[in-house]
């Protein structure tokens, strides 16, 4: 019990200064409450409004993939440099240490293989376990034009509703099937699709031609995958022209994962992330990076 004897008299009221209400600093997140927005800001920086997201999930249906075959020796050096894990469950229990504090994204649909059709996923992980393993949000793949599409744009809304009863975000991952075309209408679509039944960010790639149609379109914020592994200097220029063209930031699995220098990659794409930096600075600091690491 406090003593009630001898209390400080209360003065420091600041009568004239009114309390300050201030917005949220994530496209298209002012409304929503505050463990949401708790969580974003946990996913994006604040200063920078940007995030990089290191992911490692593709094992959910292609298995050990290349780079992911030893996530305990291959991956843990990167998460130090990663604002965000996506990841599953599977490893992030088995692998990841849980005195991290990267932001956690969980990829909660799954069911399909690459031996089979993609698109036919259901949702495979429990509201209960995203909110036991404490994550910052939920990722569900929506294949839009796939032959399941329905089914996984049914996946997405009802990881949003149950995510909105306790608070935590849904990033919709739109996936391009081999069939369907990569370009700013389809991903104009795909993201708007998902924007428009309650994704709190989106998860999609970049295109060359009239990217900004993409990102200007999607009332919610969007961040590039990487696609598959391309020269260090090509994946740094892709993301610094996405950022540019309004992207909140990256989802880089293989770009950065099957690099010769991870390490050095992530630092370098952090660089045109959250400091604005060139493609050609970045790729002189990871080049720097990739020297001083083989000197060791
Ligand atoms: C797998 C995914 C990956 O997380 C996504 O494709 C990002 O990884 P990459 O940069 O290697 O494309 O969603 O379904």
Redesign the pocket.
Known sequence: MPDADGIKEAKMFHCDIPQETRGFFLKGANALDWGMKNRLARIFNPQTGKTVML?I??G??QGPTTGLERVDINILPLVPYADTL?LTRGILRAVIPPSTSQAIVLRVSGGASILKELSNEDIAVDIEESIRLNVCAM?V?VFIGGEFEKQSIINMTKMVDIGNRYGIPTLA?T?VGKDMARDAKYFRLACRICAELGAHYI?TYYVEKDFETVTSSCPVPIVI????KIPELDALTMAYNAIKEGAAGV?????IFQSDAPIAMIQAVRAVVHDHETPKKAFELYKSLKKSMKCK
């Open positions: 992911a999930d593709h959910y249906f996506m990722a793949q991952v996936a998860k995958a990487g696609g598959k989802d880089m699995g293989r770009n």
